[in-house]
């Protein structure tokens, strides 16, 4: 069965520091997202991302963040100055094309910003 | 309170007996999505029930959505101890491409 898939499964950073997480979306799907967990709580909505664009993002998505799709299979997350408020658990996640189509979830990566 | 809150916010239950999780939203949605979340991992997809169906089943989970309450729940029947888990209601808000993750109700089924 297919599944989006996610790399680095943990990243550790300094402050400051630049980091990229990876996703792999399901490869008919349309419509990718980046979430966040921070430890026990709930999981964030930051970004959608759709057709090449970003289609909505959230008030934690800003100006530090930003998504691309570099080529034909990869979604990339960037933090480009990582604070220590970033730590938390990133998902990607896809959905296939109706808004009433599953979300599927990636495994996560756990960033951790010393 | 918030878009997706869910009660209760833990519940520990015996093997063999059902367990409710409810879920309260505020906006309108498309549809509502539960996930289960093992501690430290991914989310796993279970059900997804669109805006115009009330109830749904998939082997020992039932769920239903009343949208003029704006709230769902989430039956599973029968709990086993690989129940044990976080679950959480995730709606998809109408006119947005925004998905509202719930708060979540940490379920521990005892053997």
């Known amino acids: 069965e297919p599944e989006v898939t996610q790399t680095p499964s943990h990243q550790v950073t300094q402050m400051g520091q630049e980091v990229i997480l990876r996703c792999v979306p399901i490869?008919?799907?349309?419509?990718f997202y980046w979430y966040r967990q921070i430890l026990g709580q709930k999981v964030e909505f930051l970004v959608s991302f759709y057709n090449n664009e970003i289609s909505e993002k959230s008030e934690i998505f800003d100006d530090q963040f930003s998504v691309e799709r570099p080529d034909g299979s990869n979604f990339t997350l960037k933090i480009r100055s990582t604070k220590l408020e970033d730590s938390a658990m990133y998902f990607c996640?896809?959905?296939?094309?109706?808004?009433?189509?599953?979300?599927?979830f990636g495994p996560g990566t756990r960033l951790t910003v010393l | 309170s918030q878009q997706g809150e869910e009660d209760p916010q833990a519940l520990s239950i015996q093997e063999g007996e059902n367990a409710t999780m409810n879920c309260s939203y505020k906006?309108?949605?498309?549809?509502l999505q539960w996930y289960r979340q093992n501690s430290g991992r991914g989310l796993v997809h279970l059900i997804l029930i669109r805006s115009n169906e009330r109830e749904k089943h998939s082997g020992r989970l039932r769920v239903t959505l009343d949208t003029s309450k704006k709230s769902s729940s989430l039956l599973i029947t029968a709990s086993r101890a690989a129940d044990t888990a976080s679950y959480f209601c995730?709606?998809?808000?109408?006119?947005?491409?925004?998905?509202?993750f719930g708060t979540g109700t940490r379920l521990k089924v005892l053997a």
């Open positions: 995730a709606t998809a808000v109408s006119g947005t491409y925004k998905y509202i």
């Open positions: 906006t309108s949605i498309n549809n």
């Open positions: 996640a896809s959905r296939p094309r109706l808004v009433t189509d599953t979300q599927y």
């Open positions: 490869s008919n799907h349309l419509y």
